[in-house]
């Protein structure tokens, strides 16, 4: 089923214990976040105020005891939007997104998918589907699929990579 505007918002905001989401792509191409984007490399700043909904979600979630976190596997060297979304990760991890990086460059294949998902409450997968740019073609809530494989890709990709402040420490050193 696909899952789209408010159903997906729906969908998402109704998961009970945790929501997990694996990232894979070196970029996404997002209509909303091409200007910032584009004024982030042209100035170096990100400024995102905290009514950002975004983070207003993400602090309401934590609040109500949920967790709410993300894997993103990267190579170095970094594409010019993973440096923008690594600020973007500054601020959603100040309002409680466990973000964690898992750096492939010098490492074999973990065994990790190269499709992009949302895992909810260990139960219910979304996969998103993105063009070869980067573009989100849609969400596809996976029906009769078995979860199993995808709770093991959570955990393994959890257990490989590191939090998002500690790997960022390293790309400064």
């Not at 214990?17 to 792509?25: G, K, P, S």
């Not at 923008?84 to 466990?98: P, S």
């Not at 219910?124 to 009769?144: H, I, N, P, S, T």
Request: aromatic letters at 14%; a negative charge; glycine letters at 6%.
């Amino acid at each position: 089923m696909r899952l789209d505007g408010d159903g997906w918002r729906n969908f998402f905001d109704s998961y009970r214990r945790d929501a997990f989401r694996l990232e894979t792509l070196p970029s996404y191409d997002v209509a909303g976040e091409r200007d910032e984007y584009n004024a982030f490399h042209a100035t170096g700043e990100l400024f995102i105020p905290p009514d950002d909904p975004w983070l207003t979600r993400v602090r309401r979630f934590r609040e109500s005891g949920r967790w709410i976190g993300r894997v993103h596997i990267v190579t170095r060297p970094l594409s010019d939007y993973l440096r923008y979304e690594f600020a973007v990760y500054r601020h959603t991890v100040d309002a409680g997104e466990d973000v964690r990086i898992l750096d492939v460059t010098d490492r074999p294949d973990p065994g990790l998918p190269d499709q992009d998902f949302w895992l909810f409450d260990e139960a219910a997968v979304v996969r998103m589907d993105y063009d070869a740019q980067g573009r989100q073609l849609g969400r596809e809530l996976l029906e009769d699929v078995d979860v199993a494989p995808y709770v093991a890709w959570k955990h393994l990709a959890l257990e490989l990579s590191v939090p998002f402040r500690e790997y960022e420490a390293t790309c400064r050193a």
